[in-house]
């Protein structure tokens, strides 16, 4: 297969590893690790791809890789081993063609897990494969790996790291993919700032033309990512 872009492409969005760490609530030494060994190790060099660039002397991916570490990260607490994530990775490469299996529509509604080492792909039959040989799966594992995240011709397009009852939300496609309020370009971390320093919730609201709640939403989230 041929390597990917040595550059970041136009949205696709670039998240640093404190970025990552911060969007995902995963301690920067495992995104720093997992990245490292896994992705730019394991798979880059299995699939002889480049998933990471140098952006302002820090590494940096993809919406797609952040996106593909947040299953591997719900799949580890699970309690499945990284070494079994990495092998159930490659065969669904190898079964579907995706250069990004965990963040394709298809592959994560049939992703299960038993909270131990089960790892299974739905096909589009109905059919369960298994990827380590066993059969049990948990429904609430799946539920969770579909919540917070919007889809765009079978890929992950957006993620809501509060959930999409919230207002905060990243899209490759609008600053860089970093997280922003609801329909804006403004970064919550702004209004948070704003409302630390002695500004009221309504004036910024008022200021910015955003709900309250938009506000309430910034401002909690970047109190959370903190």
């Known amino acids: 297969m041929a390597a990917f872009a040595t550059t970041p492409q136009l949205n696709s969005g670039i998240y640093t590893y404190p970025d990552i760490a911060r969007i995902l609530g995963i301690p920067y030494a495992k995104v720093h690790r997992w990245l490292g060994q896994y992705w730019e190790g394991k798979l880059g060099q299995e699939y002889s791809r480049r998933y990471s660039w140098v952006v302002d002397k820090t590494k940096a991916v993809s919406f797609h890789t952040l996106m593909e570490l947040r299953v591997f990260y ?23 063609g995706s250069k990004f299996p965990f963040a394709t529509q298809s592959i994560l509604q049939g992703l299960r897990s038993d909270g131990k ?6 096909k589009k039959d109905g059919t369960v494969l ?12 799946v539920l969770d790996l579909m919540l917070k995240i919007d889809f765009q011709d079978g890929m992950v397009s957006r993620y809501w790291p509060m959930g999409k009852e919230h207002a905060i939300i990243c899209d490759p496609k609008r600053q860089f993919g970093h997280p922003v309020v609801g329909n804006t370009n403004i970064y919550p971390e702004l209004l948070a700032s704003m409302h630390r320093a002695g500004d009221s919730i309504k004036f910024l609201a008022a200021n910015y033309n955003l709900k309250l709640k938009e506000v309430e939403d910034s401002i909690a989230f970047s ?3 903190a």
């Open 74 to 96: 719900k799949l580890n607490c699970a309690g499945v081993k990284p070494a079994e994530i990495l092998e159930a990775h490659k065969q669904l490469v190898a079964l579907t």
């Open 117 to 122: 080492q089960v790892l299974l792909y739905k």
């Open 130 to 141: 298994s990827l380590n040989g066993t059969k049990q799966f948990n429904m609430g594992f």
């Open 223 to 225: 109190k959370q990512a």
